[in-house]
């Protein structure tokens, strides 16, 4: 949701999703600017940094994700950020208006503009390289995969969205991992494992997150990668629960939006006394990147095992693709048209025979059924 505070489309109140009003109105009591210091599990009670403590019956963790800094040289320096919260925004639009770095500013004609390179090429490392082009800035993306935004695309759409990328602008370093980040009192450039070094008076780190489970920790409870949750998202004390980036549920975590409200539901039920069960979540990722529509789901690689079916226009820059083993859909990937992904995902999910119209299923819908 910041991506679009970065690029000038909305102003921060724009993405809140929830204002102080909406608590009140519903009872509850909201504190903010205040840090959890302790959790006393014996005594059921939450501290506060202001020495303040609050009983609970029923306590529910949900501390998210924080962002993964690589552990290189310089990471500290002035000018080093994540994309993670609105001073991370507030950082990146303060260092696009700048004038360039007194380090290296000599080294550059008059009219150059501020560089940025952003770690990481991603959905969320994309989506800030396209915030800081829009913002004025000349942006590299350094990728250590082959294939842009590889957990979601495949070699053939990672190939278009890299191309359609270039055409507007942004510039791309694949199979690169950052050796080091150069700089004395602020970045001036980021050293890679090819022998290049790329000037730079703005270094994005989105290279993924990893569950805060830091609280879950001090309190004892089971953590391995996430806080260790049932599926009741009950943790290992009866008392306490976790949902969110921060959990780790049937060895699985999710970073995305939709499990997160599959296990919002279920605990809410949970809470007031119902049976509920959080079963897992299959995921499906519709995302509109730079302006460029993509989706995918399910195991959309190709294998020996399974069988892809494909359409490709490259008169209009549209790609499909629909992967099935024994009739079933398995996964699937579009770029440029996504018309369908819906149903496309609703089959995956049912596991339904798809025999009889497989020929024509990366059309959609409306040719199967005619």
Not at 33 to 41: A, E, I, N, R
Not at 119 to 142: C, F, H
Not at 284 to 299: E, N
Not at 311 to 336: C, P
């Amino acid at each position: 949701m910041l991506s679009p505070v970065l690029a000038g489309e909305k102003s921060l109140p724009d993405i809140m999703t929830h204002d102080v009003n909406w608590f009140k109105a519903r009872g509850v009591t909201l504190h903010t600017g205040t840090t959890v210091t302790g959790v006393d599990t014996r005594l059921q009670t939450v501290q506060t940094e202001f020495g303040d403590a609050y009983p609970y019956d029923q306590l529910v963790i949900a501390t998210g994700s924080k962002p993964f800094v690589i552990p290189v040289a310089g990471n500290d320096l002035p000018g080093v950020v994540t994309f993670r919260d609105t001073r991370d925004v507030d950082l990146m639009l303060g260092a696009a208006k700048q004038p360039l770095s007194r380090n290296h500013a000599e080294t550059r004609s008059e009219h150059a503009k501020p560089k940025a390179v952003v770690i990481g090429g991603g959905l969320l490392g994309l989506e800030a390289a396209n915030g800081l082009k829009i913002q004025g800035m000349d942006v590299t993306v350094v990728h250590r995969s082959s294939v842009l935004m590889n957990v979601q695309m495949d070699d053939i759409s990672g190939d278009l969205l890299k191309t359609s990328l270039q055409a507007q602008g942004l510039k791309f370093v694949m199979n690169a991992n950052t050796l080091a980040i150069q700089g004395e009192h602020s970045v001036t450039g980021v050293t890679l494992d090819t022998g290049e070094t790329l000037p730079a008076d703005l270094v994005v780190m989105a290279v993924g997150i990893r569950p805060n489970v830091s609280v879950g920790q001090k309190m004892g409870l089971e953590v391995n990668r996430g806080i260790v949750v049932n599926d009741q998202l009950q943790t290992s004390d009866e008392s306490i629960y976790a949902l969110g980036e921060c959990v780790e549920h049937r060895g699985a975590t999710y970073g995305l939006v939709a499990p997160l409200y599959e296990q919002a539901q279920v605990l809410a039920e949970v809470l007031a006394g119902k049976s509920s069960d959080y079963q897992g979540s299959l995921t499906s990722t519709m995302l509109k990147v730079t302006g460029i529509q993509l989706f995918s789901a399910g195991d959309f690689k190709d294998s020996a095992d399974a069988e892809s079916i494909a359409y490709q226009d490259l008169a209009q820059n549209v790609y499909r693709k629909v992967v099935l083993k024994d009739n079933k859909i398995i996964g699937s990937v579009m770029f440029g048209d996504t018309s369908g992904a819906k149903w496309i995902f609703e089959q995956l999910i049912s596991g339904k025979d798809m025999g009889a119209c497989r020929d024509f299923l990366v059309f959609g819908e409306g040719f199967c059924q005619a």
